[in-house]
């Protein structure tokens, strides 16, 4: 259900996508046990060029020193995983639409979507989100291996299309 214009775009976008993953996380400190940065830094190599992959805990002066080490280091595409639930210490969300310049609205519509047909009336808790910040791409997935799958399904070949539009 592609348009013409969609198509045309993505053949015009470079493949040479560079690419950052955040995980925040209190309790995971190693990559070995971090199952959803693994995922999506596997996922990203298969295509892009992972530049960087991080485990940082649920603090957003944290957050935000990656973030500007990220963009500053020209990374493309920032995917962060974990801090988008309700607790008190998930502090994702409100740290990265803070920064953003733009927002794209549609990945979480889309995600929420996506997730009420796989989990139900439980996908209500989700909030991912995505936006624009210093002509990098965020998007901040929840931590749970399913969640960052089913995102990464959403957005993983339209990646090239977004930096597209983006850089220009």
């Not at 830094?41 to 944290?62: G, V």
């Not at 280091?73 to 502090?91: A, E, F, K, P, Q």
């Not at 796989?118 to 909030?127: Q, V």
Request: with cysteine; net charge negative.
């Amino acid at each position: 259900m592609e348009s013409e214009t969609s198509k045309q775009h993505q053949k015009e976008s470079s493949k040479e996508i560079t690419c950052g993953v955040i995980t925040l996380s209190d309790s995971r400190k190693s990559k070995k046990v971090d199952l959803s940065g693994k995922y999506i830094s596997e996922e990203i190599e298969k295509r892009y060029t992972l530049k960087e992959r991080s485990i940082i805990p649920d603090e957003k002066e944290d957050l935000i020193n990656v973030i500007e080490e990220m963009t500053e280091d020209g990374i493309d595409v920032i995917l962060t995983t974990g801090g988008t639930g309700l607790d008190s210490r998930d502090i994702t969300v409100e740290t990265v639409e803070s920064l953003f310049e733009k927002k794209l609205d549609g990945f979480g519509e889309i995600f929420r979507m996506k997730s009420y047909e796989e989990i139900g009336s439980a996908a209500l808790l989700s909030r991912a989100t995505a936006g624009i910040y210093k002509k990098s791409i965020i998007f901040s997935m929840p931590g749970s291996p399913n969640a960052v799958k089913t995102a990464l399904e959403i957005i993983i070949d339209e990646l090239p299309h977004f930096v597209h539009h983006v850089k220009k």
